[in-house]
Structure formats: C-alpha cells, structure tokens
C-alpha cells in the first residue's frame, strides 16, 4: 500500500458520509430501485400525467361533457365545423352547428352544380346566406370528434377518465382500509377471532359479484356512491388474506416479541410494528389492484350498470363506441387507447414497485 | 427478601401431540444486583420459564398451570393483562437472541429507542430522544447522537445487540432477562457484550436472568446458577460450588461435554440418548434413561431438589442417599 493509492479515492466516503447523515430508510431504498427501472419510472410519470390531464383537461377543451349538438352528431375528429344562423321573427337567431361532411344535405333542393359551388364557397370561409340562414366556416374544432349526439368526445374522454381514476382510487382506498386492518387484527390475535372473520371473508368470496351488483342496483337504483361500495366491498377480501398471511408470518418475528416485552399495547404494536412491514406487499397489490378495480367498473359500464348518463366514463365511452364502431370508429379508439395505456402504466409501475420493493424477488 | 421469587412454576402446552410440560415446577430467586444463570440444552425450559414470567408465552397453546411469581408484592403469572404491560419494559426487561431480527427493520433507530418512554413515562418526543442518545453512549455506541437516527440494517449485529441492551435499560428496569444475548454473536463481541451487561448491571444495581447453553459463559458471569433438563431443575447453586463438585450426573455430564477441557485427539465427549419426550408423564428423574448411575427406581420414584450444602442443591436420588460421590471425572470410562 503506497500513499499514492491512498489519495486517489478521496470523494467515496465523502458521499458516503453525506448520504448517512441521517440514515437511508428501506422506503428510501426502494424508491433508489425504482428509480433505476426506467419502464417502471416512465409509467408512473405518464400516470401521473394522466391523472392531471383528466383532472384539468377540461377546463380547457371549450366544451363540457354533457354539452350536445345534435346537427354535429357523429362528426369524425378534426373534422371543420360550419356555424348555421338561422334568424327568427321577433327574437334572437337561433344558432348551431354542422359538420363539413353534412353541409351538402343543407342544399338538397339546389342542382348538384349549384350545391358543389355554395360548399365550396363555405370552405373558402365566405359567409353563404340562404333564406332564413347564414352559413360560415369556423375555426372551432372536436379534436377527438364527437358521439352520436353531438358532444365533445375529448371532454367526454377526460371527464370519463376522472370518474375512472376516481372509481379506482376510492374503490382501492376502501378495499386497501378495510383489507389492511381486517387482516392485520386477525392474523395478529388469532385463534377464534381469526377463524369467524377469515370465513366470513370466504363467505363473501363465494358470493357471485355480478348478481350482487345487479341486485344492489335493482333495489337502490343506479348511484355513483354504491358503484364504490360494491367495487370496495370485494376487492377487500383478496387484501385481508394477503396482510394476514405476512401478519402471522411476522408476528412470530422477535422484533414483535421484543415490543411485547417493552410493553407496548397490541394496538400500538399491530399499527406501528406490523402494519409497516407489510406495506410493501400492501403497496404492490395496491398498485395491480387499481387497475382492477377499473376493469370491472368498465365490465359494470359496459352491463349498462355503471355511471348513469349523461356522466360518462371510461367503460361507458366504450360501451358507446362499441355500438357504433362500424360507423364512427374514434368513438371507440380514443377512450380504448386511454384506457388500455394507462392499465398498462399502473401495471408496469406494479411490476417495477415488487422488484423495488422485494428485492430478493427481482430477476437480476 | 427476594427482588422475583418464582416458586413452582408450571408451564404446560396443549398440542395435538398431547400436553408437553415445557416447565414443570421450576422455583428460583432473583436478587438485586446479582446474576443468576440458566443453564440447559435446547428445549429445557430455560426460555419458556423466562417468557413465563412476563407472559410472553403464546395462549393457546401454552398456559401457566401453577405457580407464582411474586414480584414487588404481585403475582405476576395472577395479574391483569394491563398491570403486567405497566412492568414490562418498565420494571422487568428483556434481550433477545438474535438482534438481527429484533429490532423493526422500518423504523429508526431513535423511533425504538423511545418508544419504552414514551409508553411508560411522561416525557416529551425531545426529551425522550435526548434520553436515547444518552442511553446509547452508555452501551458504548461512539456518535449516539447521530446514529441515533440510523436504522437497524446500518448497524453489524454486535452494535445491534448493544442497542437492543439500551433499549431494555432505557427505563431504568430492576430486573434485566437476557434470553441467549450473545447466542448470535461472534466470540469477540460475545465477550464485549458480556461485559457491557456487567458493567451496566454494577451501575444500575439491576438483577439479572441469564439463560444460556454456554457453561464457559456461566462460569465467568453468573454468581449463581440452576441447571435446567426436561423442564425441571436438576441442580441450582453457588457457580463455584456447581462447577467444583457435580452432584448430579447431568451437570457432570454436562461439564464434561465442554470441548475446551478436552483433552487433544481424543474424541469429544457427548451425552447418550436423547432428551425425553415431554408429552408423555416422567414421574422420576427425567434424566434417568441417559444416566450411568440410572437404578430401577430413579425412573419411579419422584426426586426433589436437596441442599448438599448451604448453597448447593441437587435432584439426583442415588446422590441424597449417599449411594454415589464426586463425579468430577466419573463418566470417561462409561462410554470409553
């Protein structure tokens, strides 16, 4: 060992130094892992993104969601809007709006010729008068198009997209609470306790979720608060059985015996001992668990037992562009590709958040 | 008068295989400022008796079926669930085994280290963290104050134990068990942690329970000791006195199977047979199908413990009668 060796690795412990100043925690950890998976990292930025744009996307669209025209039904995206202004005796003019495809059939009384030249004076930008009515190209525009009665399908997408997320999230929120404590208050106490609140979870689990639902909406009509109840109400059950397992598992742990033996009570020790060792599992099931939980809120959509019109989301916009997608196909596109890309960020972030989380586990 | 006096304690499980009397009628005294070792294979009870006490044993299966424990005027194995939280970690401690997986490996260090304060004491989060840096430094962890917010898998295992030790003695305890504290460690910091318990003991004036399989950690840190076999007390004494003259033919035996008193070449000494199956009643020495000196009646005829001398007590039946002596070397020749 020369001293020359020695001072050419001066900065390694200085980091080092730095980054101990206070401890890394496992989360921190984690989150370092994360970091590193780059398509793990990438979906939750584009979830995220996601999330703000439904949220503040239609503030800006110029259209709200339940907003129709039904001289504009159907119009494919992009597509130039004619404004018609009809005037009336003693009154405002009565104003709407056409599409450039349709504008032909304003003029059926007119030769072909005669019809060919008024169009393609419109499409100059000339204002056209005829009887009653003006006509003049707009620069307004549906850059997703609009759906069967004439409403703007990106504002429909993005509000849609905010009860999905919102339906997800809360039907998680509620199945992640629920999952959490239930399970962690039976593995941690056991024995009897255990027995009668695990087989009423098995009860639950037998049941067939459809029909519940069908039924829930039967009795109490259709409602966007018991969409999260039932939602909630059975995707907590797959929650308590995981926590419970890792619950037993960890009670036996000596860390607990040693908590138990400072005198902490059960409640202190399940709330702050347990729980916390279980969150990374809880997190990973939290994260595939979403994307459940809009899957079935579209299935439901798509039964016809979801938001109730004019509200829209996801699995209802596709249930529409469904029905319609041998005319107007965008209908179905738009809120499939929505949809789909952000299923596939919440999973891959899920992926990415077991190999952060439980290393042991990863491939490499 | 006794800081614990634990008189004929029973601990029996209930399991599928029948009821395993992990503990059957154990008594011992702990006094302040002074070490009493447990001494025992695995499986003798030594844990169990401990975990006992301060009802740390799991229900079902286990249950106390006799005895008491008096502590300070309460029975320990009587009281409320509630009472018997107020004197652990308060009163009566404990140190575990293996302090890699002792400690919570999602919270600091600081959050552990506070947590017996806050529970039993009325004390500020400040005040409290300004304890455990203070508890830290005096199990001998250099920069307490900023390691304090270290977590547990930044720590090597002996540091670890040291905190585990802090931890326990944070709330000035009277009595301090220690269940195989140095079982995991390597023997250069088993013997820092055995020193760093004495020492705190000196300072503290605290009892303390050592349970352990190690008879050369014993012999240097215990004033007096109880050997443990098959959930009873064979043989209980001055550690001097046990070690100098055997009486019963387990702790001889027992002596004998310490590696480091063996002679070179020759092969190492291990005791025949196999503990006995604590499911099925032993009504005589529990020892005795392992014993060289075994008679008909050992096996029959119940035995209790006896003094041999003021501070010596021995289970052996063929020893109270006078039928056999010093067994200080007896065995070699038995299974040459």
Known sequence: ?364 | MPLLSVENLKTYFYTRAGTVRAVDGVSFDLESGKTLGIVGESGSGKSVTCYSILGLVPQPPGRIVGGRALFAGVDLLACSKEQLRKIRGKRISMIFQDPMTSLNPYLRISEQLMEPLLVHERISRKHALNRAVTSLEEVGIQDAGRRVHFYPHEFSGGMRQRVMIAMALISRPEILIADEPTTALDVTVQAQILELIKQRQRELGLAVAFITHDLGVVASFCASVKVMYAGRIVEAGLTREIFARPCHPYNAALQQSIPALHEKGKPLFTIAGLPPDLSKPIPGCPFAPRCAYMLPKCQQTPVRLQGVTAHHETACLRFQVGEIGDLRHPLASVTA
Request: with cysteine; hydrophobic share 50%; proline share 4%.
């Open chain 1, 1 to 364: 060992m020369s001293i020359e060796t020695a001072t050419v690795v001066p900065d390694a412990p200085v980091i080092q130094e730095a980054k101990l100043a206070s401890g890394t925690s496992l989360w921190q950890d984690a989150w370092y892992r994360l970091q590193r998976n780059r398509l793990a990292l990438g979906s939750l930025v584009f979830f995220c993104m996601m999330a703000v744009v439904c949220v503040l996307g239609p503030l800006f669209t110029g259209y709200t969601y339940e907003q129709t025209e039904l001289s504009l039904k159907a119009s494919a995206p992009l597509e130039p809007i004619i404004e018609r202004t009809e005037s009336v005796k003693n009154g405002a003019p009565r104003r709407s709006y056409l599409g450039l495809s349709s504008i032909e059939d304003e003029f059926l009384e007119k030769s072909p010729e005669e019809r060919q030249a008024v169009v393609a004076r419109i499409k100059r930008g000339e204002v056209v008068r005829e009887d009653r009515f003006s006509y003049h190209l707009t620069r307004l525009k549906h850059r997703f198009g609009t759906d069967a009665l004439g409403r703007d399908l990106l504002t429909r997408v993005l509000v849609g997209g905010q009860i999905s997320l919102a339906v997800g999230f809360a039907a998680t929120l509620v199945s992640v609470v629920i999952g959490v404590l239930w399970g962690a208050v039976a593995g941690f106490l056991g024995g009897k306790v255990d027995t009668v609140m695990m087989r009423l979870v098995d009860i639950l689990y037998a049941m067939p979720f459809t029909v519940i639902v069908i039924l829930l909406m039967v009795t109490f009509g259709r409602n966007f608060i018991l969409l999260f109840v039932a939602i909630g109400a059975v995707e907590w059950l797959t929650m308590a059985r995981i926590v419970r397992g890792q619950i037993i598992s960890l009670k036996h742990q000596e860390f607990v015996e040693a908590a138990v033996s400072l005198g902490l009570s059960e409640r202190t020790i399940i709330l702050r001992h347990l729980i916390p060792n279980v969150l990374g599992p809880v997190i990973i099931y939290t994260t595939l668990t979403v994307p459940d939980v809009m899957l079935l809120e579209a299935v439901l959509s798509f039964l016809g037992l979801g938001v109730p019109p004019p509200m829209s989301s996801w699995g209802a916009l596709l249930d529409d562009g469904a029905r319609t997608m041998e005319t107007s196909l965008w209908l179905l596109v738009f809120p499939a590709l929505f949809f789909s890309s952000t299923l596939f960020s919440l999973n891959f972030l899920g992926d990415g958040l077991r190999d952060a989380l439980d290393p042991k586990s990863s491939k490499d």
